[in-house]
Nanobody
Framework: QVHLVESGGGLVQPGGSLRLSCAAS????????MGWYRQAPGKRREFVAG???????NYADSVKGRFTFSEDGAKSTVYLQMNSLKPEDTARYYCNAIMLTGASETDYWGQGTQVTVSS
């Protein structure tokens, strides 16, 4: 199992920046994949950015060039640096971790952190 705690959300003006953090309760090296998702009111949860063990970081087209996913193994923490924020980025952002047990995958989610982009 892994416990995830997000932080760093808030209210920001269009064009501004925020950095989200997600602290995991175990070493990142023991986690198969980690990523960020978001869900706006009335919409489905969507993938934002993430990485799978041994692979490159992937980004949703809507955030490419503006958001950056990074990891700090020593702190068991992943980050999402969000620049040039737009009103359409407003959503609750969730951290996700996938653990492997044999051939099966288990998803774990944090409680989410709210990001509101508004003037």
């Amino acid at each position: 199992q892994v416990h995830l705690v997000e932080s760093g959300g808030g209210l920001v003006q269009p064009g501004g920046s925020l950095r989200l953090s997600c602290a995991a309760s175990r070493s990142l090296f023991s986690i198969y994949a980690m990523g960020w998702y978001r869900q706006a009111p009335g919409k489905r949860r969507e993938f934002v950015a993430g990485i799978t063990s041994g692979s490159n970081t992937n980004y949703a087209d809507s955030v490419k060039g503006r958001f950056t996913f990074s990891e700090d193994g020593a702190k068991s923490t992943v980050y999402l640096q969000m620049n040039s924020l737009k009103p359409e980025d407003t959503a609750r952002y969730y951290c996700n971790a996938i653990m492997l047990t044999g051939a099966s995958e288990t998803d774990y989610w944090g409680q989410g952190t709210q990001v509101t982009v508004s003037s």
